[in-house]
Every structure is written in structure tokens, then in C-alpha cells.
């Protein structure tokens, strides 16, 4: 199962209106070509910081279901963010993180993950619910379920590296085109 | 001391201004500030700044106005996040940034960035007041008109004594 693979599955699974907060380098622009709506958000630098935007979004408006998008080398360049999203307790926040146990876009360098179980250090952390995923068949299984569950709650999704290069072309909207666009998604205007 | 503000009037006058999220990391110049947020239930703790800045981020794009706290130590921390978030995409936030090392007169770890603190604002093309405690008050109105007419973050430095 590879990212592309793996959003295939997931992306039918996700309510209309969720705010979708991807992290940067391949898995934002597998994202948006898998599936893109005005309250989807790309970050497409501050590595690390997609799981505390989502958080803050969340925070924010507590009523508005928020998915992060997130990847092995995100979370482990973050790590506190798991502490601090399981003491804010957010019950609207949901986390997958794609672990392929490597940084894809640079260059496919080994991560850490392997050796270290990021849906235990959630779990240890204090997320409601921490559950692994390895295979197309179980994430189709478990992606409903766990699209609903209560947050905060963490989902690692098993990938292999998919060929060499990018999975999709590069984000197509402005940055601030993409502030814009999420903000009148939920009703502020600039 | 008279002519300080209390952390109760500070607070106060952000809320009067629109400011509506506050999260930061803490520092010893900015304690009664914090103690009199974490007394109203508006602060989150972050453990570092940029994730502080991440968050405040997300409160910015579901229609908060935020404040990040930190102490300059955590400008450091924060310089790829203003750049490649904040900066890139227009995201504006009110810094309120602690000056230790202020005039070269502090704990050793402090100095060299008390020495550039200003002049690393000014690079990264962030707008910033270092008030006297008389001012404080005219420049949050400033940082807030700031925020509204340009959509990028602006900086409050917080002078050692500021706050009571």
C-alpha cells in the first residue's frame, strides 16, 4: 500500500466540511490530488506543524471536525505535539500519520520509526485511541470507524515508499489562496 | 511602581483590542501576565514556540485573532515557522516577545540574542514596538491595526519591569 493507495481508501470515508490539515512534502500533494475541497489546508513548509495547526483549529471551533494528515518525519520532527494535543483533550481531532519509515521527499533517508512505535508514544501520550494499520484491507475496514470515533485519537497507517519521485505535482493554490478559501469555509471572512 | 501596567489591565486591553487566543511558551518577564491568562482559562501552554505558533496558526485560520507568548530564546525556535507559515502565507499573529539580555545585562545564555533581538525582527520584515509601560497600552491598539491592515505577525517586546 502506498500513500496514493492509502488516500484512495480513506478519502471517500471523509465527512464533507472536515477540515483536512495536510502536512508538507509528498503527503500534501497526494492529498490534494486525491481529494481537495476549500477546507483542505497544505502546508508546504514548517515541517512538523501540521498536527498543532489542526489543533489550534480545533480548539478554535470545537464543533468542527479536523483531520490531520500526517507523516512518520512530521510527527517525529514534533514529537511534543502528542503530548500537547493529549492534555488539550480535543474531542473533534483526528491524526493519521502515513509512516513509510522514511523522509520521501528528500530523498527516501531512513526515519527512526521503525524502531520507534509512534501509535504507542500516542497511546502512552494520553490520546483516547491509538490504532496501527499494515494492510489496503484493514485500513478500508477501519477507516468509517475511526473517521468517527471521538477525539483525540491517532491512527498510523503502514505505507511502502512508492516509486521514485513525487506522487503528485505540487499544490496548485497560492498559499494565500488557501487561507482565504478555508477561512470563508468556516465563516470568517479576511 | 506607578506607571507599570497590571497584568490585569494588559489582559484587558488585548481583549479590547480583538486579540482572542493565547498560547505560548512562558518566561520569567511575562509571569503575572501569564498567571492572570491561565487565572481567566485563556492559555494554552505549548512546549515550544514554534508548535506555539503552529497552533496559533489554526486558531488564525478559524477566525481567532491569537497572541503567541515566548521568550526571545524562542524567537530562535520560531524563525522557520514565521518564515515558511506565517510570513508565506499571511498569517498574521501578535508576538509578545520578552527582551532578556536586554542592554547586555543578564544570565550569559541570554546575550547574544538580547543583542540582536530588534535587528532579527527587522530582517524578517516583522513590525515591532519595545514599549516603555506608559506606551503599552497605544502600542497593543498599533499591533492590532497592524494585524488587520497587513495580515503578517507584528511584535510587542517586553522590556524587563514592564509588568508588575
Not at chain 2, 532579527?120 to 498599533?142: Q, S, T, V
Amino acid at each position: 500500500m502506498t500513500l496514493n493507495d492509502a488516500l484512495a481508501i480513506l478519502a471517500p470515508s471523509i465527512a464533507e466540511g472536515t477540515v483536512c490539515v495536510h502536512a508538507n512534502g509528498f503527503i500534501g500533494r497526494a492529498g490534494c490530488a486525491a481529494r481537495d475541497r476549500d477546507e483542505c489546508f497544505y502546508m508546504i513548509g514548517s515541517m512538523g506543524l501540521a498536527s498543532s495547526i489542526g489543533l489550534g483549529v480545533a480548539l478554535a471551533q470545537p464543533r468542527r471536525r479536523v483531520l490531520v494528515l500526517d507523516g512518520d518525519g512530521n510527527v517525529l520532527m514534533n514529537l511534543g505535539t502528542l503530548a500537547t494535543i493529549a492534555a488539550a483533550r480535543p474531542a473533534n481531532l483526528l491524526h493519521v500519520c502515513f509512516d513509510n519509515g522514511a523522509h520521501a521527499s528528500t530523498g527516501a533517508q531512513p526515519t527512526i520509526s521503525g524502531r520507534v512505535r509512534l501509535d504507542e508514544v500516542a497511546r502512552a501520550a494520553g490520546y483516547r485511541f491509538a490504532g496501527r494499520i499494515e494492510t489496503r484491507q484493514a485500513l478500508a475496514a477501519e477507516a468509517p470507524a475511526f473517521l468517527a470515533r471521538e477525539g483525540p485519537a491517532f491512527l498510523l497507517v503502514r505505507i511502502a515508499l512508492g516509486p521514485p519521485g513525487p506522487p503528485a505535482p505540487r499544490i496548485p493554490h497560492t498559499p494565500e489562496a488557501m487561507v482565504a478559501r478555508l477561512r470563508r469555509a468556516l465563516g470568517t471572512e479576511r | 511602581m506607578s506607571g507599570r501596567p497590571s497584568a490585569e489591565r494588559v489582559v484587558d486591553r488585548l481583549l479590547a483590542a480583538g486579540f482572542d487566543f493565547f498560547v505560548g511558551v512562558p518566561c520569567s518577564l511575562v509571569r503575572t501576565l501569564l498567571a492572570e491568562l491561565e487565572r481567566r482559562g485563556l492559555y494554552l501552554g505549548e512546549t515550544r514556540e514554534d508548535a506555539a505558533l503552529g497552533v496559533a496558526a489554526g486558531a488564525y485560520l478559524a477566525g481567532r485573532t491569537p497572541v503567541v507568548i515566548m521568550q526571545n530564546s524562542g524567537l530562535g525556535v520560531s524563525l522557520n515557522a514565521l518564515a515558511s507559515l506565517h510570513l508565506l502565507y499571511g498569517i498574521p499573529a501578535l508576538l509578545l516577545v520578552t527582551w532578556r539580555g536586554y542592554r547586555g545585562e543578564d544570565a550569559p545564555e541570554h546575550l547574544v540574542m538580547g543583542d540582536v533581538l530588534p535587528r532579527l525582527l527587522e530582517l524578517f520584515g516583522i513590525p515591532l514596538r519595545a514599549p516603555l509601560a506608559e506606551a503599552m497600552e497605544a502600542d497593543i491598539e498599533w499591533a492590532a491595526a497592524a494585524i488587520r491592515e497587513t495580515h503578517k505577525p507584528v511584535a510587542l517586546v517586553v522590556r524587563p519591569g514592564m509588568f508588575e
